[in-house]
């Protein structure tokens, strides 16, 4: 049985003659190669939004069934057994990659109050939403995976909305982690967030940073080891901002570490050269 690598390459190999190298958000047909790799494979920049994505672009159907199922990237995806878990539970996350205590600051530094309502888009097996709600937020999660997500429910006692038409309130604001660079249609995400958000709401979304000066900074191999078969988008600012702003959005955006004070006071870095990126949006 094919790998999951193997699979994308030889579905590449067969359509290497008929990509549509159009931009993937906007449809832009004007679009430039930045790199090639693995001789089947090549990032574009959208000379419109800028967004830089992956060709091949994915299936939606298929990257539906592999997110499904199929989908392996460590302590993300994979469910910790009853005494890992006890153990996390127990330390609050503390000293592992997913500790939200970071994330959680920003979030009060965005202006989100104790009791305010979130949707965590993309909550994996709930994680995050966990920690989230004990910070004092009100938080519904929602996921593709449904293993994922019946862990969540189960386990960590998570608020799982199956369709994002079942969430019982506008919410004020929508959260996402490490989500957007995953979707072959990054339309989704920004669907999703004005479906479920109360007039004035705030999106808050976390990316690796596929600023250009990114590759000065880490070197050319590990800047274009960030787009490959699970990330089949790079992710900039002018891409970011493009988006929000098509949707109704205002948008700032950040670089890790992130400051508290710049996010309160919405005053954006002159340069984005962390690792992460992040774009709080403020619906019109």
């Given at each position: ?150 862990y969540a429910k189960t386990k ?60 000065q900074i880490s070197g050319s ?10 990330h089949p988008l790079l992710i ?49």
């Amino acid at each position: 049985m094919f790998g999951e690598k193997a699979r994308y390459f030889l579905g590449a190999l067969l359509t290497i003659t008929k990509k549509d190298s159009s931009c993937p958000f906007c449809s832009n047909p004007k679009t430039r190669l930045i790199r090639r790799k693995a001789l089947v494979t090549s990032l574009w920049e959208c000379d419109h939004c800028g967004l830089r994505f992956r060709l091949p672009k994915g299936d939606p159907q298929e990257s539906g069934a592999f997110y499904q199922k199929r989908y392996r990237q460590g302590f993300t995806t994979d469910c910790p057994s009853e005494q890992e878990l006890k153990l996390l539970l127990e330390t609050n996350f503390s000293g592992i990659p997913k500790h939200f205590d970071q994330y959680i600051e920003v979030l009060k530094a965005a202006g989100l109050n104790e009791g305010d309502s979130l949707l965590d888009f993309g909550c994996s097996w709930g994680y995050g939403s966990w920690q989230m709600g004990k910070a004092g937020f009100n938080v519904y999660s929602y996921d593709v995976s449904q293993p994922r997500t019946l862990y969540a429910k189960t386990k960590l006692n998570c608020r799982i909305v199956e369709k994002l038409s079942d969430l019982p309130e506008k919410v004020k604001c929508f959260f996402s982690a490490h989500v957007i660079e995953h979707l072959d249609d990054p339309n989704l995400i920004w669907r999703a967030a004005v479906q479920v958000l109360e007039p004035r709401g705030i999106m808050v979304c976390f990316c690796p940073n596929g600023e250009p000066i990114r590759e000065q900074i880490s070197g050319s191999k590990k800047y274009h080891q960030a787009w490959n078969l699970k990330h089949p988008l790079l992710i900039t600012r002018q891409a970011l901002v493009e988006m929000a702003r098509v949707y109704g959005f205002s948008p700032y955006v950040f670089s890790s570490p992130f400051s508290p004070e710049d996010i309160r006071s919405r005053r954006e870095p002159d340069r984005l050269t962390g690792d992460e990126l992040l774009l709080l949006a403020v619906r019109q």
